[in-house]
Each structure stands twice: as structure tokens, then as C-alpha cells.
């Protein structure tokens, strides 16, 4: 009889709960009685994978993001740095002008105004290569408060608030303006 009851238990199906307790004691082989758990498990794997192809990608990302902010913070200090560079090129030339003048041991009046002539035109030459700009109002210009500093207003035939003299003139590199013109104005009538 003990061997009718041995096949008897092993004939008897298995329940649920049964099924839990022996997936309790062997987690490996839980799995294998639940065919949907193997599918959770594939998703699982397949997202942790898509997950660490993100992380990655977002790591590079970020890694490509700084190494530009870190090169165009280096150009900018290099702009910044020899920005200047032009301008002096253009500028060299009229200092050696003026030195060769202080060389010469006996000026004569009409070669020091000659000499001086050519340096103020290689002067206005660099001056218009770099952009900076004269700002000279003509008598009668009407006043730009963006471009001309009044002086003073005096009494003049001419319409009021109008250049009457330019005591001073201005400059402007490119669009803005480096040093107003300093200019008197007409008062009313």
C-alpha cells in the first residue's frame, strides 16, 4: 500500500500554490514553470541594454558639450588677447616714420612738414584700414547727441541747435563711437 500512495502523490497535479513554494525554494527554476516570466526577463535584459546605450550616448554628449564650450572660451580669450593685432601692424609703420624724423640732425623746416605730412597720411591710412572713423560735423550740421558733444551754445546766424564750430573732432570704430566731437552750438534766434 505504501507504494500505491508513493504513485498517488506523484500522479496528483500540481496546484498553484505548490508551484510558488517550489519556485521559493529553487528561484533558478522558477522561471521555468512560468513561460511568461521568461518573457519578462528578455524585456527586462533588452531595457537595461537600452538603458546603458543611452546612459552612453548622453555621456558623450555631454563630454562633446564641454569640450566646445572650452574651445570657444579659448577663442574668445584669443580674440580678446590679439584683437588688437590689426590695428598694431597698421601702426608700426608710423612709428618708425616719426623715429626716422628724430634722426635726421638738421631738419629744415619744409622736410620736418613734409615728413609730417606723410605720417599723418600713413596715420589716416591705418586709421581707415582698422575702421576708426572721423567724426567731423560741418558748420550747420544739425546736432547728433550720439556723435557730438556740446560745449557751449553761443549766438549765431544759423538755425538753434546747430554746429557752429567743431572744437574737437570725434571718432567711431566701425558703429560705435569712441570719443564724441566736441563742438559749440547756436543758440535760438
Do not use: C, W
Not at 114 to 121: H, M, Q, R, Y
Not at 148 to 154: E, G, K, P, R
Request: proline share 5%; charged share 30%.
Amino acid at each position: 500500500m505504501q507504494e500505491q500512495d508513493k504513485k498517488t502523490e506523484q500522479d496528483i497535479p500540481v496546484t498553484e500554490t505548490a508551484a510558488a513554494e517550489a519556485a521559493q525554494a529553487n528561484p533558478d527554476l522558477s522561471h521555468a514553470a512560468d513561460p511568461g516570466a521568461q518573457n519578462n526577463d528578455q524585456l527586462v535584459a533588452e531595457l537595461q541594454a537600452k538603458v546603458a546605450e543611452l546612459q552612453d550616448a548622453f555621456m558623450r554628449a555631454k563630454a562633446e558639450g564641454e569640450n566646445i564650450r572650452r574651445r570657444a572660451q579659448d577663442d574668445i580669450a584669443k580674440a580678446h588677447k590679439f584683437a588688437i593685432e590689426g590695428f598694431a601692424e597698421a601702426m608700426v609703420p608710423v612709428k618708425d616714420s616719426l623715429e626716422m624724423a628724430l634722426k635726421v640732425e638738421t631738419p629744415s623746416i619744409d622736410s620736418l612738414k613734409e615728413g609730417v605730412e606723410l605720417t599723418l597720411k600713413q596715420l589716416s591710412s591705418a586709421f581707415e584700414k582698422n575702421r576708426l572713423l572721423e567724426v567731423n560735423p560741418l558748420q550747420g550740421e544739425k546736432l547728433d547727441p550720439d556723435r557730438h558733444q556740446a560745449i557751449s551754445m553761443v549766438p549765431a546766424e544759423q538755425d538753434a541747435n546747430t554746429v557752429v564750430t567743431v572744437l574737437q573732432k570725434g571718432y567711431m570704430i566701425a558703429d560705435r563711437l569712441l570719443r564724441p566731437a566736441l563742438v559749440t552750438v547756436a543758440q535760438g534766434k
